[in-house]
């Protein structure tokens, strides 16, 4: 009985409620919350849905998206203009769908990648990552050589797949 409560405890998403005025109010705790607050939500693994209070609309992505901005704006950005442009680009072409996936895989990669370097990484600073990557060189061209390579064994099955779907040989 008792992994069934904290099964259900860990599904039960937190509600978020954004007002017109920009106000996030955590149901939760029944406070109102800033934007950072958010962010370490995301931090913690908490799952959570950010909701329109009057119209009850999903507003999750976007407050995501305003949380990755402000962090772009400030500090060191983590992508640069051709990045984004790139990105960008990727919007109303055939490979968006395709897009959205192939970044969600590489990213749940490095993911694993940091779990697996341990607990202690977790408080690295991006210049810490950095000055480790260069050391590491060898290792990390090696691991992500892998994915890479994974990466691109799994473009060109979809290509092929594509071709095939509409009849047309190489």
Same mark, same amino acid.
């Given at each position: 009985? +008792? ?17 017109? *005025? ?18 370490? &939500? ?16 999903? &507003? ?23 990045? &984004?442009? *790139? ?15 192939? !970044?969600?895989? *590489?990213? !749940? ?21 950095? +000055? ?28 092929? +797949? ?9």
């Amino acid at each position: 009985m +008792q992994a069934k409560k904290s099964a259900d405890a860990k599904s039960a998403q937190r509600v978020i409620k954004k007002y017109p *005025n920009r106000r996030l109010y955590d149901t939760d705790t029944s406070t109102y919350i800033t934007l950072s607050e958010v962010k370490q &939500l995301v931090m913690d693994s908490e799952p959570f849905v950010v909701r329109d209070a009057k119209t009850g609309e999903d &507003l999750t992505r976007s407050i995501l998206l305003q949380i990755i901005l402000e962090e772009e704006a400030s500090g060191s950005p983590m992508f640069t203009a051709p990045v &984004l442009s *790139n990105i960008i680009r990727f919007y109303g072409h055939t490979m968006q769908g395709f897009m959205g996936g192939y !970044l969600e895989k *590489n990213l !749940l990669t490095l993911v694993e990648l940091q779990s697996k370097l341990g607990d202690q990484s977790k408080a690295w600073t991006p210049e810490m990552w950095t +000055q480790f990557m260069g050391m590491q060189a060898p290792i990390m061209q090696g691991l992500m050589g892998n994915n890479l390579e994974q990466s691109k064994s799994l473009f060109a099955q979809m290509q092929e +797949q594509m071709l095939g779907t509409f009849g047309i040989k190489r």
